[in-house]
Nanobody, 124 residues
Framework: QVQLVESGGGLVQPGGSLRLSCAAS????????MAWFRQAPGKEREFVAR????????YYANSVMGRFTISRDNAENTVYLEMNSLKPEDTAVYYC?????????????????WGQGTQVTVSS
């Protein structure tokens, strides 16, 4: 069973940047589709970005496209989320997750294992 641990969250001013990390253990995730979701206070968890296990192709929510980049380092068994031009509305707990299947979509039901989350707060 794979375990996921997110890190890299924190407090940042609007316009700033953060890089989140998701370290996997228990098994290699290089062939798995991985994703980031986030949950803001009082809101449902929402999809942020996904990287396919078969091709490393990426897909983003419209709200983060052009500002966030998802990537993976297979040697480190880690997935990253580079976040630039951060806005107050990006404030949320960010979760890393492993998909049940390669062609996972942007819905939670397609994902099986979740990390504990890391808090990102964008505020001046």
């Amino acid at each position: 069973q794979v375990q996921l641990v997110e890190s890299g969250g924190g407090l940042v001013q609007p316009g700033g940047s953060l890089r989140l990390s998701c370290a996997a253990s228990g098994r290699t995730v290089r062939s798995f589709t991985m994703a980031w979701f986030r949950q803001a206070p009082g809101k449902e968890r929402e999809f942020v970005a996904r990287i396919r296990g078969s091709s490393d192709s990426t897909y983003y929510a419209n709200s983060v496209m052009g500002r966030f980049t998802i990537s993976r380092d297979n040697a480190e068994n880690t997935v990253y989320l580079e976040m630039n031009s951060l806005k107050p509305e990006d404030t949320a707990v960010y979760y890393c997750t492993v998909a049940k299947w390669t062609m996972a979509t942007a819905t939670e039901i397609d994902y099986a294992v979740w990390g504990q989350g890391t808090q990102v707060t964008v505020s001046s």
